[in-house]
């Protein structure tokens, strides 16, 4: 084997990591050391060269973008002896670097060390490429949700461009609540690790996140909901309710609604402010450009209103303006300052709850060209593509009087409510959808998913939406990551069809992946979920539920024997959450089962079974599987 040099033509990060993750991946690959260095020019020696375009002298040249700033694309080309993979921007050179191991046999199914599969080459070929590969969407990233620890997000972190992603978006000023959700544990009183986190503490992890995003020059998104409570001076990193006192010049500043002021719920984050108080919006403004100052390393602030639907003001200065009216009105005093502060940094507002409606009488001022359009459907159903024209619901899409929203269920009403918004909107724009937040929950067979996210996105980008920021856990790998992969592929512009899933299958399960793949596509068909707007626990077919038993039960053993030949920790790890997860539907199918039957307290302590079987394995599965929320959601269903 002879040892193949690589060169990075210049120092940037992410190109850096991309010369270090060749280095690292072909090594192992091709069992030969093999180590970057830098050069300061590319002389077409037989080596491979990593940079972005403009440092081939105009040998690899690029098809222009939109934005390389924002836009990707690579390029892997042989020239002569050598091999050249160049982006239109360091990212893209890392994602190319990625796609090249790619085309030799490598894989990543899901984030972690044990989601990463080199296969052995007899070579590391340099010859014979000439793929140019430019990104569907610009907008391709996920946001923290759920429960994870540091590692689980720096795993993800790192699988992005791996996968042709760009994008990572931490909520609220610091996701001091979404850490917690991990670190202090409370739903596993059998987990031994258990600890309080500070304020400080949490920021101290979002630190080390945001040098991996930074590392791998992927975008950084920040904030999003908590701006009215930060501008009150009130706690605005999460959902809690506050114990402490409200003064009454403070109080004063809130949305009165129902003739009463004060805390929405008692809950800095849900609670609107009098938008027609010119010194309220002063305070909003104020407390975001304060933010964006203090941290240039953002590439995307979201300023969102509050958390909940119903809430704004009814005073004499408010209610002549719709919600959408007032958040225009903010984001036209807020976007020019915001160039003045931060000139590169872009701006997103989202249309969400009382939002989904465009404003009626105050015209977005687009002058600063640093706004961004997401659209957040979190009503929508999941059980149909976004432009399925039979999945509607009876409400009247006409904009409803403040205060008395309905939000729409069916996926018709939110598409022309996006509709209504581009006549207004700016041009760049991204989904905020929440295939991974909570669906997976419901219908306890995320596989499906790899069928909805690509229609999603077609749905989505014929309407004008230039991407997907996905709401999720970082941890919805179970029973794999062929779901996840899918939404990553597709949003580059690679479309997974049948011969790509079996590659994927094939890295996951190895030589019995048929097996796997026959498990679970008969059991999707079986279980016939999802369902219009609802879940598994809603199924009352009975000889469903039957059938699904019995197939859980004769699979046991086809299962069991088709891990035997697991040969790598990728496959070790797919087999074991598989067996997991049939025995996890046994013990739910039970429960629906008993409570098909009438029996009440017997489908409870089933779920008391599951939410114990999860507890005693959550070792097992904890990065694949977000336990929290699976447990959140046993215990509503026991309600």
């Known amino acids: 084997m002879r040892q193949v040099k690589i060169y990075t033509l210049n120092d940037d990060p992410a190109v850096m990591l991309a010369a270090e993750e060749l280095a690292r991946c072909l090594s192992k ?12 020019r590319f002389d077409g020696q037989s080596a491979i060269y990593v940079g972005t375009s403009e440092q ?48 030799l046999g490598a894989e990543w199914v899901w984030p972690g060390e044990d989601g990463e599969d080199l296969p052995r080459v007899e070579e590391i070929p340099l010859g014979g490429f000439q793929v140019v590969s430019i990104a569907a969407n610009r907008h391709r990233g996920v946001c923290i949700e759920g429960a994870p620890a540091l590692e689980h997000v720096l795993d993800m ?33 059998r987990w031994e690790k258990r600890t309080e986190l500070t304020e400080s503490e949490c920021a101290d992890l979002e630190a080390k996140v945001v040098a991996a995003v930074k590392q791998r020059s992927l975008l950084l998104h920040r904030v999003g909901h908590g701006w009215t409570a930060a501008a009150l001076g009130l706690p605005a990193n999460g959902w809690l309710p506050y114990d402490g006192e409200v003064s009454e010049e403070t ?38 450009l304060r933010y964006a100052a203090d941290h240039p390393e953002v590439d995307v602030l979201h300023f969102w209103l509050s958390d909940d639907v119903n809430n704004h003001c009814e005073c004499s200065a408010c209610c002549g303006l719709s919600p959408s009216d007032w958040y225009v009105t903010l984001l036209n005093e807020m976007s020019p300052q915001l160039k003045d502060v931060a000139p590169r940094m872009k ?3 989202l249309a969400y709850l009382d939002t989904l409606w465009p404003p009626r009488r105050v015209k977005l001022d687009l002058r600063s ?12 159903c999941y059980g149909h593509r976004l432009a399925d024209p039979l999945c509607a619901n009876d409400h009247s899409l ?11 269920q069916g996926n018709r009403h939110n598409l022309e409510l996006l509709g209504l918004w581009n006549s207004v909107r700016p041009a760049d724009s991204f989904a905020f959808d929440y295939h991974f937040m909570a669906i997976w929950l419901q219908d306890y067979l995320s596989v499906r998913l790899a069928e909805l996210v690509p229609q999603d996105l077609a749905d989505y980008r014929e309407k004008g939406i230039n991407g997907i920021i996905n709401c999720c856990t970082q941890r919805a790998f179970y029973p794999n990551g062929w779901p996840y992969y899918v939404m990553a592929r597709t949003l580059w512009g690679t479309a997974p069809g049948a011969e790509i899933k079996a590659r994927y299958f094939a890295h996951a399960y190895g030589e019995n992946a048929s097996a796997a793949g026959d498990f679970l596509d008969r059991l999707a068909c079986l279980s016939g979920s999802p369902v219009h707007r609802l879940s ?78 999860l507890r005693e394995t959550e070792g097992d599965t904890a990065s694949a599987l977000d336990t929290f929320l699976m447990l959140q959601h046993l215990s509503r269903l026991m309600e």
């Not at 640093?370 to 979190?378: D, S, T």
């Open 347 to 349: 701006l997103a507002f």
């Open 157 to 189: 972190v790192e699988w992005l461009p791996r996968v042709g992603m760009n994008a990572y978006f931490l909520q609220f000023q610091v996701s001091s609540h979404f850490w917690r959700c991990w670190y202090e544990h409370t739903l596993n009183p």
């Open 29 to 40: 690959m091709a069992g030969a050391p093999v180590e970057p260095e830098p050069t300061d």
């Open 536 to 613: 598994w626990w809603d199924t009352a077919d009975a000889g469903k539920v039957s059938a699904v038993l019995e197939f859980l039960r004769e699979r046991e053993r086809v299962l069991a024997a088709a891990f035997q030949g697991a040969r790598t920790p990728a496959q070790e790890r797919s087999w074991r959450l598989l067996l997991h997860y049939r025995q996890l539907l046994v013990v739910l199918w039970n429960a629906l089962s008993e409570k098909l039957s009438g029996d009440v307290d017997g489908a409870r302590a089933q779920l008391r079974r599951a939410e114990e079987f």
């Open 56 to 103: 081939f002298d105009g040998i690899l040249p690029l098809p222009p973008v939109q934005d390389p700033n924002w836009d990707d694309a690579w390029a892997i080309k042989s020239v002569g002896p050598s091999l050249a993979i160049a982006g239109v921007n360091p990212r893209s050179a890392l994602i190319g670097a990625y796609e090249y191991l790619r085309m």
């Open 369 to 380: 060209d640093n706004l961004v359009y997401m659209f957040a459907p979190i009503s929508r």
């Open 251 to 288: 109080r004063m500043l809130t949305a009165e609604v129902a003739g009463s002021r004060g805390l929405w719920h008692n809950t800095p984050l849900n609670t609107e402010l009098c938008y027609g108080n010119p010194q309220v919006r002063q305070k909003v403004v104020e407390v975001v």
């Open 398 to 408: 006409g904009e409803p009087r403040l205060n008395e929203v309905v939000m729409p």
